[in-house]
Every structure is written in C-alpha cells, then in structure tokens.
C-alpha cells in the first residue's frame, strides 16, 4: 500500500533514516525533513494537495520549532493529514495531551516497526476519511442559498412539487436546482446523493 503523502520530520537524521528504510520495506515512500521549518515551508507550495490524504510522522521535540508548534501550524493551514508523534519517555504526557488537540497517535522511541506499520495504516485510514469529509464540506459550501434549500429537502425525501410549493418556485426551478446540485457535489444518483451527504454534520454547514 502506498499513499501520495507521508512525511517524517525528525531532527536526528540516524533515527529519520531507520524510519525511512523501515517504510520503504514495508512499500512506502515517505518524505524525510530534518526540520520542521523547512516541511512547513514545504507543504505551504502544496496548496490543495494538502486537503489529500496523508500522514505525518512528527518528532515532538525538535530545535528552534518543535513538533507542537510544526502542528499548531499544520492544524492553521487545514491540512487533512493524520499526525503521528514520536516521543521520549520524558515527553509521554505532551504526547498524550496532544491527542487532544487533534494529533492521531503517539509512538514511543524506539519504535518498534510492526508498531509502526500499524499505526501508520490506521492513520492514513483516517486522514482519507478526513480529507473526503473536508472536501465535500468545501462543495456544500460553495452551493448557493437556494441550492442549499434544495438539498436539504431534497436528502429529507421532498418531492420536487413539494418542494417547490414550499420554496414558492416552479417544479422546472427544482429540477435545474437539483441538476446543479448534483454537478457541483460531483454525484450521478439520489442514492449517492443522500450517502455522501448523511456522513457529514450538515446542520453546521447549511
């Protein structure tokens, strides 16, 4: 398995190498940084390829900006990747504390390679599934206020007269509002339709 993103930003370059290797076996092929400066200055060129899916693995401490920081930056730019940090025994409760605010997981030095291979599987299982509720989030958003009305009635099982009695419109005037709906969600059937938009908080969107 191999995804389009994984990072691992470590200021030891012995330990960034062994992780290196280590993913590489396992058929991955992550990108190192020795400093979380510079995987920053790196992910802000990606622009949208950071709404993909991905994983960076997150070494907590680190000199001039360390892994708490890099992350408050990543969290700022709304990037959908799954953070892993990596951690001594003394740094255990930053670890823990930074779950909290929305890091993936923690591993502990040294990492065991079975250890990481997993978490690493269910990170990026989690960052997809976060990355495509960020992305069709933005669609929503991008619909107009009308086609908003529309969709929500349209999800709840109105039909188009109903609808359009409801909204003081034309049966016509839905249909072409429920056409661009469907074009701008990018979703071919009402079935599609109603599965994408049932996995999302619609409430805190419409």
């Not at 060129?45 to 997150?58: H, P, Q």
């Not at 892994?67 to 408050?72: A, D, I, Y």
């Not at 892993?84 to 923690?106: E, R």
């Not at 359009?164 to 016509?172: Q, Y």
């Amino acid at each position: 398995m191999t995804t389009k993103h994984i990072y691992i930003v470590d200021d030891d370059v012995s330990m960034a190498d062994a992780l290196q290797l280590s993913l590489e076996i396992e058929g991955f092929k992550p990108i190192v940084f020795t400093s979380g400066i510079n995987f920053l200055e790196h992910i802000r060129k990606l622009r949208d390829e950071i709404y993909t899916e991905g994983t960076v693995i997150l070494d907590i401490n680190m000199p001039i900006l360390d892994g708490l920081k890099v992350h408050e930056e990543i969290i700022k730019l709304g990037c959908t990747f799954s953070i892993i940090f990596l951690t001594g025994h003394g740094d255990v409760p930053m670890a823990v504390n930074s779950i909290k605010n929305g890091a993936f997981d923690f591993l502990q030095k040294p990492v065991k390679r079975d250890e990481l291979n997993k978490v690493l599987h269910d990170s990026l299982e989690h960052s997809k599934n976060l990355s495509y509720n960020t992305m069709y989030r933005h669609k929503i958003s991008q619909l107009t206020d009308k086609e908003k009305q529309v969709l929500i009635r349209v999800i709840n099982g109105m039909k188009n007269k109903i609808i359009a009695d409801e909204l003081n419109l034309s049966i016509r005037s839905i249909e072409v509002y429920r056409s661009k709906i469907f074009k701008k969600l990018d979703v071919s059937t009402l079935a599609e339709l109603v599965a994408t938009t049932t996995k999302l908080n619609l409430e805190s969107i419409l």
